[in-house]
């Protein structure tokens, strides 16, 4: 069941009273949507129909693909120790410390991984005898964008469906591995995983950041960046506060702990540092 419209929705996700912001009785219910959603980590355990997921992947391979090329692949595990073999690493690691904390994701009726896919388009060009003239960076960048624009669309599609959904990129700490897995080819490669399932309570609507620091007239302007990240880090700490600061070890507890310093303390500690590697090994050249 949909929730009740609320018109304020946007102007209490972005912190403004911006009378453009407010949602119209009349708006669209994707508006709406879009303006109240927010990623699920609590299911009900009950299953997700196959043919509902098929349905739904279908629907995310309508949204838009570059040049038509349509490089995004879908991969619905449903071997129980598959997905064992999958999730198994993903509480490796610093970020994983927090997973073995919290094991939604092993609870989660459903697991998905979003591919990127450059393989079927070199085929092309064997079959056809054409030589392929765009070996470079741009050849991984196009599929690893179609496969994010398909799993958005999926999530949109599915909560429209009533269920609730959390994308991982935390696969991508363990990318070599979930790719024989799932025994991906040359030129295939895992972009995200995705939770799925039917939601055991309601999602929380995260804050996001003011709409002057993220979106531009004309040309980019850092004009007023620090006093607006600032004014959000208040604003988050406030409202939302994290559940815990990361890595105390290394820089103590700090009295006010907002936003922009939660995400400065996640990236001071390497991840993924391999994946490069990885994408070459699956025959990409990013130069």
């Not at 929705?9 to 508006?31: I, S, Y």
């Not at 409202?239 to 907002?258: D, L, S, T, V």
Request: hydrophobic share 45%; glycine share 6%.
């Amino acid at each position: 069941m949909a929730p009740p419209a609320d018109p304020k929705a946007l102007q209490r996700r972005f912190g403004t009273d911006d009378p453009n912001l407010a949602l119209a009785a009349d708006a669209p219910a994707l508006h709406q949507q879009l303006a109240t959603r927010g990623s699920v980590r609590a299911f009900t355990g009950e299953p997700v129909p196959f043919a509902l997921l098929e349905r739904l992947s279908a629907l995310a391979l309508c949204s838009p693909t570059k040049s038509d090329l349509q490089q995004r692949d879908i991969v619905i595990v449903e071997d129980a120790q598959l997905r064992r073999d999958i999730l198994a690493p993903l509480a490796e690691g610093p970020q994983g410390q927090a997973w073995l904390k919290d094991l939604w994701l092993r609870d989660a009726p459903v697991l998905m991984i979003f591919c990127g896919n450059n393989r079927r388009q070199r085929l092309w060009h064997g079959w056809h005898e054409i030589p392929f003239a765009n070996d470079h960076l741009d050849a991984f960048f196009n599929a690893s964008v179609d496969a994010g624009i398909a799993l958005s669309a999926f999530v949109l599609a599915a909560e429209a469906q009533g269920l609730g959904a959390c994308p991982i990129s935390v696969i991508r700490n363990h990318a070599a591995r979930i790719s024989a897995l799932l025994k991906l080819p040359q030129h295939v490669f895992p972009v995200a995983g995705l939770g799925v399932g039917w939601p055991a309570r309601a999602a929380r609507q995260s804050f996001r950041l003011p709409l002057a620091v993220t979106v531009h007239r004309d040309t980019y302007n850092e004009e007023g960046l620090r006093d607006a990240v600032e004014g959000y880090d208040r604003r988050r700490e406030t409202a939302q506060p994290f559940g815990q600061q990361r890595y105390m070890e290394r820089f103590g507890r700090a009295a006010h702990y907002g936003w922009s310093q939660d995400k400065a303390r996640q990236y001071s500690v390497p991840e993924r540092a391999d994946f490069g590697a990885h994408i070459r090994e699956r025959g990409f050249k990013l130069d």
